[in-house]
RNA sequence: GGAGUCGUAGUUCAGUUUGGUUAGAACGCCUGACUGUCACUCAGGAGGUCGCGAGUUCGAGUCUCGUCGAUUCCGCCA
């Protein structure tokens, strides 16, 4: 079908063209029909253009009057200047008076209005998402996706990595995630399973000598998912050989350097903080510590004063092998509603109650244990706090990981309360020398903490041979997260190249030599034609978007996402198959017994 | 797997607490009027399987149970 083409988008026009002849291509937007004169908003993914239909051409009017919302045309005329200038976009100061006008398409009625303050539930805009898209805030995430996916690009064949692309049908590997499975109609029976990363494949580009290998690739999780979880989702995946931690961080800091620069016109510190996870976890109860709080709020353990005083929840706790610990919100009203929400909040985590000293203007303390507290025990907390009239501190006591995580949500939930969190703030953070191992005390065995493949640092390498709970448990890694805001945005790791240690940490979580040339076989294969030292990372592609977005779901950074339950409403995958697909490959459902 | 919230016109919601006349509003849609609108305005109109299925009741949008879907959180996600 022939049609007049556009000479310009619905985002070119302005002033500069005036007295133009053009034709514009695009979708009704709006329609203001005055009785004779009629506007139209003629929208494509780079504006919207103002057209002008004068009743006199009457050709053009009658089909004019006839268009309906999300119609395609063709119009064609002057670009002529407005008689009253429209400021909220960028091509208000002109008009087309339109001299032809073809209808390329019509519409039906569309089931929500596409207006940027959506009205329509998540329901439906994934329903009909190809209209959802139509929407400018949808489209630039799209848009601000596809840039940043040029600048990875860009940045990683500049430092010299290779694109290589890995399997989707690989091998089911228990370990980690449950794996989207994919039936072999030519081996009955038997299962292909869709990559959760492609990490086995990049440490063995490894040994084949690639050096530097990256992909930006899809990986798939059939776990339950959340608003930052979908079952397929993207990483910037890459490995790199003859490299510590640090080149590895180097690496992502540039990445992340140019990408901000780029996109934010935000200059990135050259190095990004460190800590170790001990660290985040101690002073503020996890490993993912948002650092956009104001004055931080760190956790401090009090355990040394406090265990002085006469309190007999301190003292059980202390001799029960527990801690006290707490955190300080510094210069707000805390009221009783205050209070009794961050009860029931601790309650909910398990906990008896929640201590608290207010300090008052005056020098006067406002607490329920303070009876139980000498003045010189309250004014060393005050001062392990350096707490200043107005400043209120929460006290927790229990055991350790139950304490500090508690006071870590808590800490979140008082930034968000009280508004203390800086939105503006990108703070990005190394979390290092995470433990490799943790001890399961219902199975009685090791699990590897990151991936079995993981080094453990020089200086732990002689708890290997240890079963000692405490000692396999003290076990550091060179294994790292990169944290943005608070959220993992990226984790990765050096790995282990000699056999010798893999085999040390095989036997820590109780895997026999048998059983590790079952489920990694080829990779301990490769890996005895020399395997050079090498580590890499991945990131998490979705949620940077997000964050570079300003959005807190990553679903609007997919142009086809999944609800909750994994399923699509626009295709409405899954579906069922036909008997014939199912013979062929030998399956069999299993109706569930009602 | 567990807990919470939601499901009423094309759409977003009110109505459910305390069961009772013809289930309302706004936007959208249709018809008409209007020559500088840009959330056009004005007048009129159409539009309902109250998610689905059982139950309680003289009577269910409203109460109970089940189920389906969306969503938030816990478990899970090396």
Known sequence: MLFKKRTHTCGDLRSANLNEKVTLNGWISGKRDLGGLLFIDLRDRYGITQLKIDPDNKACYDTAVKLGQEFVVSASGIVIKRESINKNIPTGEIEILVEELDVLNESEIPPFVIEEEIKATD??????????????????NLILRSRVSQIVHRYFEKHNFIEVETPMLMKSTPEGARDYLVPSRVHKGKFYALPQSPQLYKQILMVSGMDRYVQICKCFRDEDLRADRQPEFTQIDFEMSFVTQDDVFEILEGMF????????????????????????????????PDLRITGEMKIENISGIAGGSEFKVFQETLNSGGIIAGIKLSGKEVTRKTVDSLTEFVKKHGFGGLGYLKFNAGGNVQSPVAKFL????????????????????????????????????????????FKLTDESKYEFLWVTDFPLFHYDHDEKRFFAEHHVFTMPKDEYLKFLDSRDPAEVESIRANCYDLVLNGHEITSGSIRIHKPDIQKKVFDIIGLTDEEAKMKFGFILDAFRYGAPPHGGAAVGYDRVIAILAGLKSITDTIAFPKTLKASSLMDECPGEVSQEQLDELAIQIVKKEA
């Open 123 to 140: 329901e439906l805009r994934l329903k009909y998402r190809y209209l959802d898209i139509r929407r400018k805030s949808i489209a630039d």
């Open 257 to 288: 350097g140019e990408i901000w620069k780029e996109i934010k016109g935000v200059s990135l510190p050259e190095k990004f903080r460190r800590m170790t996870y001990d660290e985040a976890i101690n002073s503020y109860g996890s490993d993912k």
């Open 374 to 417: 000498s003045a010189e025990i309250t004014d060393n907390i005050k001062n392990a706090f350096s707490a200043a009239d107005g400043d209120t501190v929460f006290i927790l006591s229990g055991e350790k990981m139950k304490v500090l995580t508690a006071l870590g949500q808590m800490r979140l939930k008082l930034a968000e309360d």
